[in-house]
């Protein structure tokens, strides 16, 4: 089936740094999305993302839609403790129906 | 709106025993998924609906079944539990198949041993 990769897997920072990362296919894309999950808690959407190189912004949080149509990006400036949890992207791929493919995560840590 | 319900919140079964984990939304959406995350993994879809009444195939639909009687609930089926259905369920909906909003339940811890 579908895979997405996601990096980095982990990542622990200092309050106040930025945060990049990554969700790559082997196939094209036409929907990219962005959710983050807290402990014990479902996953909430952050991005939704429709044509390649579309640019959006929610509050501190920034993601870009890749121009090959492969990738997407997220980006969190000015890190702060709220934003632990794990970040999922999720993608439609051309030629898959309705339904979404999701990647594994990316779990950021905030460090004081 | 309470949004996205599921219950119960944790469960643990012996193997061969059945459950239904309950998933009820009030939003009149029409579209309904079940997800099974698993550790490390991202979330995979079981089955889905697309209203009441029809109901089709995920990813991974093997052991797992599904009925929509309703709009508001999409109930999923375990017949024959097995360790490898250990995982957190997740129930999502959104209005439209474009699904750029689905909104998730909270989850079902299951555990089979």
């Known amino acids: 089936g579908q895979q997405l990769n996601q990096s980095p897997q982990s990542m622990f920072i200092q309050e106040g740094e930025d945060v990049s990362m990554n969700c790559t296919s082997s196939?094209?894309?036409?929907?990219w999305l962005w959710y983050k999950q807290d402990p014990g808690e479902g996953p909430v959407l952050l991005i939704a993302?429709?044509?390649?190189?579309e640019l959006t912004s929610n509050g501190r949080l920034t993601a870009q839609f890749g121009i090959t149509r492969k990738d997407s990006f997220l980006n969190i400036s000015a890190s702060i403790p709220s934003d632990v949890g794990i970040y999922f992207c999720a993608g439609r791929p051309d030629n898959y129906g309705q339904n979404f493919v999701f990647g594994p995560g990316t779990r950021l840590s905030v460090l004081p | 709106n309470a949004g996205v319900t599921q219950t119960p919140k944790f469960r643990i079964l012996k193997i061969g025993q059945s459950m239904t984990l309950q998933c009820a939304q009030d939003m009149n959406h029409n579209y309904m998924y079940w997800y099974r995350q698993d550790p490390g993994m991202g979330l995979k879809l079981i089955y889905y609906?697309?209203?009441?009444?029809?109901?089709d195939k995920g990813e991974v639909p093997n052991g797992y079944n599904v009925s929509r009687s309703t709009t508001e609930d999409f109930p999923l089926r375990l017949e024959l539990a097995a360790p490898s259905q250990t995982s957190v369920y997740f129930c999502?909906?959104?209005?439209?198949?474009?699904?750029?909003?689905?909104?998730f339940g909270p989850g079902t811890r299951l555990t089979v041993l």
């Open positions: 196939s094209i894309f036409n929907t």
């Open positions: 609906s697309v209203g009441a009444g029809i109901t």
């Open positions: 999502a909906s959104s209005y439209s198949s474009r699904g750029n909003e689905q909104f």
């Open positions: 993302l429709y044509k390649a190189g």
